[in-house]
């Protein structure tokens, strides 16, 4: 049974493969992104705000998927710190908006892709533990909180992908 997909921060190479995967097999996939890229059908930052005029425009959606975002700075300032607090409130912000608008579907899921962070001690991934651990928690909490709304929330952490690295930079973390 075909559905209708939005991809949230689809620019990614892993969500452009997800984007195709899921077309081919006969779903109807609409990608975001936060700043115009090629073959991308939605743009704009504003994804709670929009979420509803897009879900009209696109939609029903009835699955929506978060794509990993390219976080790559430390966390060593108070300045970092903040930046971490600002984006995580902003994206908790977006996953309630997601749930509360596939809570008015019947058979709808929400999944939010994360980047696994244990090998960013031997490769430059984009990764924040303490923004992957938070978000983690909140989306466990948040899934019992609505799965009797008919929603279903799935986290999926991410290794890093073979094609982002180069085979010497692999070598060497072996």
């Keep these: 049974m075909e559905k209708n997909i939005l991809i949230l921060d689809a620019d990614?190479?892993?969500?452009?493969?997800?984007?195709?995967?899921?077309?081919?097999?006969?779903?109807?996939?609409?990608?975001?992104?936060?700043?115009?890229?090629?073959?991308?059908?939605?743009?704009?930052?504003?994804?709670?705000?929009?979420?509803?005029?897009?879900?009209?425009?696109?939609?029903?959606?009835?699955?929506?998927?978060?794509?990993?975002?390219?976080?790559?700075?430390?966390?060593?300032?108070?300045?970092?710190?903040?930046?971490?607090?600002?984006?995580?409130?902003?994206?908790?912000?977006?996953?309630?908006?997601?749930?509360?608008?596939?809570?008015?579907?019947?058979?709808?899921?929400?999944?939010?892709?994360?980047?696994e962070d244990s090998m960013r001690y031997y490769l430059p991934i984009a990764s924040q533990p303490i923004r992957s651990r938070a978000l983690t928690a909140a989306i466990k909490s948040l899934a019992k909180e609505i799965f009797s709304l008919g929603v279903r929330i799935n986290a999926l952490q991410v290794q890093p992908l073979v094609e982002q690295f180069d085979a010497t930079t692999w070598k060497s973390v072996k």
């Design 12 to 115: 990614h190479h892993l969500c452009q493969a997800l984007a195709a995967e899921l077309h081919d097999a006969g779903h109807h996939v609409f990608k975001h992104a936060r700043q115009y890229a090629q073959g991308i059908d939605i743009v704009g930052e504003a994804v709670a705000n929009s979420l509803p005029q897009w879900n009209e425009q696109y939609g029903p959606c009835n699955r929506i998927v978060f794509g990993l975002r390219d976080v790559t700075e430390s966390v060593d300032s108070i300045a970092a710190i903040l930046s971490v607090e600002q984006e995580l409130s902003t994206m908790l912000g977006e996953i309630k908006a997601c749930a509360q608008l596939l809570s008015r579907r019947d058979d709808s899921q929400l999944w939010i892709l994360l980047q």
